[in-house]
């Protein structure tokens, strides 16, 4: 299958309501190189799915999965503070303990694209403003 297709059949299986989307190259039969789509789904959304990839894709056939668990924490958001704006911080707890955190990338991306920041810096900025503010 052309490459170039890869990206608009994930904002297909995205817009399609997939949990998530993604590609892993692997060698196949006789040696040769291609590519796992890998698509979360549930249940309800299987037929529009497999639609997707039989018409918009070049498979012949499709492996299914019926069922794989996943555990999550539990997390809440807060929107923290920065010279340049709100960032929402998505805060993750193991048994009411903080155990991660990670700055919301669409609001990092826009405050970089838009100040002509470093990203990085903004991620790195709204992490400080958390434990600066949690500490407040």
């Known amino acids: 299958m052309n490459p170039e297709i890869y990206e ?17 190259p692997v060698q196949m039969k006789k040696n040769r190189p291609g590519i796992k789509l890998n698509v979360l789904l549930t249940a309800d959304i299987l037929n529009e799915v497999l639609n997707i ?36 911080v998505k805060v993750a707890y193991l048994n009411d303990n903080r155990v991660n955190l990670s700055p919301e990338y669409d609001d990092c991306y826009n405050i970089a694209c838009k100040k002509n920041i470093p990203l990085k810096k903004v991620y790195d900025t709204a992490k400080t403003e958390y434990f600066r503010q949690d500490k407040a």
């Not at 019926?66 to 929402?88: A, C, F, H, Q």
Request: aromatic share 14%.
């Open 8 to 24: 608009y059949i994930m904002e297909k299986l995205f817009s399609a309501g997939a949990l998530d989307v993604y590609y892993t």
């Open 53 to 88: 990839l039989f018409t918009e894709s070049s498979t012949l056939g499709i492996r299914v999965i019926n069922e794989v668990s996943r555990y999550s924490l539990d997390r809440e958001v807060i929107k923290v503070k920065t010279p340049w704006g709100l960032i929402r």
